[in-house]
């Protein structure tokens, strides 16, 4: 059936928060109230990274994004929209500027910089329909694979294009392939990591959700370069949506046989399992994973042996991540060659980052390798919010570190990233401005490991935690002289004593802040200053005479009664009294109240 | 357990539990799988549960413990009726959900994660769940509450204590 118009709603988990259900509800009474059904398809689709405008309606073929849209607005616009063809300018995003509606998704300035091949299906294509993902060139990677090219020829093309893994260290996926197909063993494996335990990070979350055939398809090519003829998916547990829909998809591509046995008619077979993590950050790290998956606590085994030989119940196995794999099936379709073209000299294609914190468009963008932090969060981002200016990203999450402003220039790839002293990690990108604590963040990220480190071997579950001690005691004003030293001693036993991932990289944040703010850590050594003013411990709250007009509001909030005064005249706070709760300075219609550091 | 009806459904819920723990038999690393459906069947994953599992499954309890215990997810204690988790993610955090917690403990009268009294409601602090943009959240049971300032707090939880 051929239909006049498509309606694409997105069904990503931030548009599905703010009430997606109802509109979708609304379009179908009216387009049945209109008998437009047969004329008008609606697709329920993933994240279009435009959460914070969401929920997020865009029409085609025009490609009119409507945002901020309510279940009111749904009459309006199929009746001018569908009905009579006209876009409802002042529902579309940016609908003051109206003239960008007309340019559809690749002219918004959202989108303008970026380049969707991990993401190419995501808000595109309906998940819960192989049909919509063969009838955008999928398994036609796949079916190449298996009938044209020789395991050898898959490994050849992936060396040749590249492709570094994007899940941590960015190990070149090609070779980590040949190292298991050279491996032998009668029964092989293949998995993916799909445990996302980067807190700040749902690119892989929006895969699962928005592409589950790519990682299929992906995986039944990288069983076929090694020899394998099972796979398995370790999904976390928190994401229940890509749980279903990774089930589906399985399911609908067994039906097709595009799973199972002797697959397009050759004799290759392959099925696929699904796996539940179970809330260890650990388990993200690949012998963790495995051991996990086998049924067990999971921790980290010593490499060697590394997994290409003795993996998942001691057999040859790969792990690769979800971001990884959904770039497979295309350089597969489009060459190495086109796919190398893309990004830097040792880092190619494309990286997807979730953008996150203090700025103002949050969501996933996938740019090109080598594009810069500026670009990124000005450009794409739309800068930082109330004025404010830019102090650091973070990248890396608990493993990484900060960018500091001046280092804004510097193009992304994984090299220039480690030179900075963080790491591309698997995309978290938190933007950080004045506000923010460079000690304090550090305190949470180890905090961070603290909770997460499985315990096995000392140096990490000792050494972390007496590293956030030392780090509490800044933040509380309890630092002494020596305590810098201290951090950078434990750093270093930390890193090149831990068996895993996790303790080796866990100093990283702490290392990075104190390379490049660490006039903060001595400002809150020296003279008990918390310059950002986030440090409780370190605070003062007054109240600005000339501001203050005297309407006692400040003083019925306080729960401690430590303000005092008279109407229509400046009140004052005791200090001794005060227990920087912050409640007069978030009602005082004046700004009077003040933090002071 | 503990259930003063008389329609045994505690011995129901155990031929259920005999069920999933036969589903999954077969298969290899079937330990975990079986936990997770068990959690949902219970709830939280109690010493009996566990001993049924165990003697079903030929692996050692001590075993069964250390793998309840190693994971968060998994749960030895009954869990309130409202489950509420603070997002601590880093996108989060530095949107201010230290604030919200804060709240939280607060409003719930607890010093940190756990269960109320009254059983209605329990606090559990979590690391990122996905929906960044929408920072700081907190999550009831399957709703969601998103940039929220601690000021929301009383009245979010009002809406589930006149519930009940
Ligand atoms: C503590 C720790 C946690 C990790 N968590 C993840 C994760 O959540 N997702 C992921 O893809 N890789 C994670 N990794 C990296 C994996 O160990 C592994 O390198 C990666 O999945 C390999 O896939 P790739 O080569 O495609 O990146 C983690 C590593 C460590 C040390
Ligand atoms: S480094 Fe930490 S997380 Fe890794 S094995 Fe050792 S204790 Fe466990
Ligand atoms: S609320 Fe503001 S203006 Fe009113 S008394 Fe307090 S500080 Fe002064
Ligand atoms: S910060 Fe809190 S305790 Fe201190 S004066 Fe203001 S309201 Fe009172
Ligand atoms: S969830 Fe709808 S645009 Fe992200
Ligand atoms: S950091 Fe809170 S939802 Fe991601």
Known sequence: MMYKSHVLICGGPECTKSGIAEINKQFERLLRE?????????????????????????????????????PDDIKQIVEEHLVNGRIVKELTLGGKEAKEALKGLEEVPFFKHQLRIALRNCGVINPESIDEYIAKDGYRALGKALTEMTP???????????????????????????????????????????????????????????????????????????????????????????????????????NYGLLGKNI?????????????????????????????????????????????????????????????????????????????????????????????????????????????LHEVIYDIGGGIPNGKKFKAAQTGGPSGGCIPAKHINTPIDYDNLLS????????????????????????????????????????????????????????EGK???????????????????????????APNPVLSTLRYFRDEYEAHIRDRRCPAGVCKALLRYVIEEDKCKGCGLCARNCPVNAITGELK????????ICIKCGACMEVCKFGAVSKKA | MGCKCENNCADQKVQELIEIIDKHKGKKGALIPVLHDAQNLYGYLPLQVQKIISERMNIPLAEIYGV?????????????????????????????????????????????????????????????????????????????????????????????????
């Open chain 1, 152 to 254: 050898s020829e898959v490994i050849e093309t992936m060396k040749k294009s590249g492709l570094r893994g994007r899940g941590g260290a960015g190990f070149p996926t090609g070779l980590k392939w040949e190292f298991a197909s050279k491996a032998q063993s009668e029964q092989k494996y293949v998995c993916c990591n799909a445990d996302e335990g980067d807190p700040g990070a749902f690119m892989d979350r929006s895969i699962l959700e928005g592409d589950p055939h790519s990682l299929i398809e992906a995986m039944a090519i990288a069983g076929y370069a090694i020899g394998a003829d099972q796979g398995y998916i370790y999904v976390r547990a928190e994401y229940p949506i890509a749980v279903s829909r990774l089930n589906i998809a399985i399911e609908q591509a067994r």
């Open chain 2, 68 to 164: 309840v215990t190693f994971y968060t997810q998994f749960s030895l204690n009954q869990k309130g009726k409202y489950q509420i988790r603070v997002c601590l993610g880093t996108a989060c955090y530095v949107k201010g959900s230290g604030k919200i917690y804060e709240e939280l403990k607060k409003e719930l009268k607890l010093s940190g994660d756990g269960t109320t009294e009254d059983g209605l409601f329990s606090l559990e602090s979590c690391r990122c769940i996905g929906a960044c943009g929408l920072a700081p959240v907190i999550m009831i049971n399957d709703d969601v509450y998103g940039e929220l300032v601690p000021a929301d707090v009383p009245d979010i939880i009002k809406k589930y204590r006149d519930r009940k």
């Open chain 1, 420 to 475: 900075l002293g963080s790491m591309m990690g698997s995309g978290g990108l938190i933007v950080m401005d004045e506000d923010t604590c460079m000690v304090d963040i550090a305190k949470f990220f180890l905090e961070f490991t603290v909770d997460e480190s499985c315990g096995k071997c000392p140096p990490c579950r000792i050494g972390t935690k007496r590293m956030y001690e030392i780090l509490e005691r800044i933040t």
């Open chain 1, 264 to 372: 397009f008619g050759t004799d290759f077979n392959f099925d696929l399992e699904l796996r539940l993590g179970a809330g260890a950050f650990v388990c993200g790290e690949e012998t963790a994973l495995m051991t996990s998956i086998e049924g067990k606590r999971g921790e980290p085994r010593p490499r060697p042996p590394f997994p290409a030989n003795k993996g998942l119940w001691q057999k040859p196995t790969i792990l690769n991540n979800v971001e990884t794999y959904a770039n497979v099936p295309v350089i597969i379709l489009k060459g190495p060659e086109w796919f190398s073209s893309i990004g830097t000299e040792k880092s190619k294609g494309t990286k997807v980052f979730a953008v996150g914190g203090k700025i103002n468009n949050t969501g996933l963008v996938e740019i090109p390798m080598g594009t810069t």
């Open chain 1, 569 to 576: 005249k400046p009140y004052k706070i005791d200090s001794d």
């Open chain 1, 34 to 70: 209109k008998s437009l059904e047969n004329e008008v398809k609606i697709l329920k689709t993933d994240c279009f990274g435009l959460c914070e405008k969401g929920p997020i309606v865009v029409v085609y073929p025009e490609g009119t994004i409507y945002s901020e849209v309510t």
């Open chain 1, 479 to 505: 630092g002494e002289d020596g305590d810098i030293e201290k951090l950078e001693t434990l750093a270093k036993n930390i890193s090149v004593s831990s068996l895993c991932g996790l303790g080796q990289t």
